[in-house]
């Protein structure tokens, strides 16, 4: 917490990590044999290792060290590995120590269109919501979660949901009812005519 706080206080440049999976990242995302699932296999190259002077600017609206793979808060439908943005910050550094805190923040969305990322766009709204450090981030990623069609996708809506004390899980009653909603997305979807 030091370091952030010691790399805050010259303010840093602010970088803002928008676009689609590229962006996001993919690099290191292997499919994983024993679940036949892609998994992000783990290894940072040294190019994009954490730097205290390259911060991240995380969903509860703190600056954090950054660290691979910096998407995965915002870009949750598909596992998130290497992007661009920390080795773009590594090679800034590079060029010029001088330079000071770099903030990233990550608003990449992969297997969105471009076309959904056009002003007043829920993608749009997002990344205005982050970058101007207003608003309740949660509910924009939310929002815009809820926009992004994939195939073989659906979504099933968590909101209403109470959590155990670290405020990030659900707690067993709030388990419980996403369990139905659960059941019930795949009952609408996989037995149509026994629910109508």
Not at 48 to 77: F, G, M, Y
Not at 81 to 106: C, N, R, T, Y
Not at 126 to 145: P, T
Request: a positive charge; one cysteine or more; charged letters at 15%.
């Amino acid at each position: 917490m030091a370091g952030v706080m010691s790399a805050m206080s010259q303010g840093p440049s602010v970088f803002l990590l928008a676009g689609q999976s590229n962006m996001s990242g993919r690099g290191g995302v292997i499919n994983d044999n024993k679940t036949n699932s892609l998994i992000w296999n783990g290894q940072v190259p040294p190019e994009c290792s954490p730097n205290p002077n390259i911060l991240t600017l995380d969903l509860d609206k703190t600056w954090k060290v950054a660290q691979e793979p910096l998407h995965h808060q915002i870009d949750r439908l598909k596992p998130c590995g290497i992007g661009p943005g920390m080795h773009f910050a590594h090679e800034i550094l590079a060029k010029d120590p001088s330079f000071g805190a770099i903030g990233l923040v990550p608003c990449a969305i992969g297997g969105t269109k471009i076309a959904q990322w056009q002003k007043g766009t829920p993608l749009y709204n997002l990344l205005v919501v982050i970058a101007s450090a207003e608003g309740n981030y949660m509910d924009a990623v939310r929002n815009a979660e809820m926009t992004i069609r994939l195939k073989n996708v659906q979504t099933v809506d968590a909101m209403g949901s109470t959590f155990i004390q670290d405020q990030k899980h659900l707690n067993s009653e709030s388990q419980i009812r996403l369990g139905q909603k659960l059941a019930e997305k795949f009952s609408f979807l996989f037995f149509p005519l026994i629910n109508r």
